[in-house]
């Protein structure tokens, strides 16, 4: 009987949120400039999500950041400030921590505004349907190679830890259900190497 809205609900996080809510049968709505919602314009946010039981948010693109970098930075704390109840997760980055990037800066913005009040997941390396070739990701980066036929590049010792996506649905599930007011760093414990 709980009711979850979802911001970025037509990304690569958000889609998934959404699907296997809806099939598990939850009152979900979800938002996305593509549905005329825009986290940063108070005046498009509805009803059901300032009452909702859970607030997810998975608004914003790790490409295009700084066009980005407000809908980042900003509308994370727009969003929370606007519910009248209920749990809100935020969906950070793992490389917010570091703030190497405009992306990770944007991210880790978001984080110490609302570090306390709201569970914050840290995804890192999720792959799998949905993910987008046009990413500059490297798993994305092996495909669009293999399609265009060319030789796939591969950086020399370099490591990731692959997470597929619907093992990440599950960690954001369970932290955003049970998960402390802290961050949690989120994916695979199981490091490969690019050439592997």
Known sequence: DKRVFIAGGSGFYGSWLVDVLEEAGIDVEWGARCNGWDIL????????????????????????????YDVMSEGPQKLFWAMN????????????PHCRT???????????????????????ATVGPGMGL????????FIRQAIAGEPLFVAPGITRSFCHITDMIVQMLHVLVAGDYLPYDAG????????E
């Open 41 to 68: 314009d108070l005046s498009t946010y509805t009803e059901f999500q300032r009452n909702a039981d859970y607030v997810i948010n998975a608004a914003g693109k790790s490409d295009g950041v700084l066009a980005n």
């Open 85 to 96: 109840n209920g749990t809100m997760l935020q969906i950070s980055s793992g490389s917010a």
């Open 102 to 124: 405009d992306y990770a800066a944007a991210k880790n913005k978001a984080e110490i505004a609302l570090r306390g009040a709201v569970k914050i997941i840290r995804p890192f």
């Open 134 to 141: 046009l990413r500059s990701f490297a798993v994305s980066t």
């Open 188 to 195: 695979s414990d199981d490091a490969i190497t690019m050439e």
